[in-house]
């Protein structure tokens, strides 16, 4: 199994930015995909953006394209997300979350960290 810690969360006003962090304990981080979910108030959990354990693929919702990256070092066992240009409709609790395979669907993903809230003001 792989455990794994959100930071990076907070408060920022419309247009700023973050960049969350996922630290991931054990020895085989490299050997899972990585993601972003959010979850806010009333929603269900929506996939935000993935990475293969290569690096190779990336891929985001059609919502965060171009604002937000999703990169990775497995040699830290810390996958990153940077998020800029925030919107209030980005406020929400971000998870991050391993996978055998390249997926975007909640579902798919084994593990998955406490998350952490962003909260973005208008």
């Known amino acids: 199994q792989v455990q794994l810690v959100e930071s990076g969360g907070g408060l920022v006003q419309a247009g700023g930015s973050l960049r969350l962090s996922c630290a991931a304990s054990?020895?085989?981080?490299?050997?899972?995909?990585m993601g972003w979910f959010r979850q806010a108030p009333g929603k269900e959990r929506e996939f935000v953006a993935a990475?293969?354990?290569?690096?190779?693929?990336?891929y985001y919702a059609d919502s965060v394209k171009g604002r937000f990256t999703i990169s990775r070092d497995n040699a830290k066992n810390t996958v990153y997300l940077q998020m800029n240009s925030l919107k209030p409709e980005d406020t929400a609790v971000y998870h991050c979350?391993?996978?055998?395979?390249?997926?975007?669907?909640?579902?798919?993903?084994?593990?998955w960290g406490q998350g952490t809230q962003v909260t973005v003001s208008s």
């Open positions: 979350a391993a996978a055998t395979i390249r997926t975007t669907r909640p579902n798919d993903y084994a593990y």
């Open positions: 054990g020895r085989t981080f490299s050997s899972y995909a």
């Open positions: 990475i293969s354990w290569s690096g190779g693929y990336t």
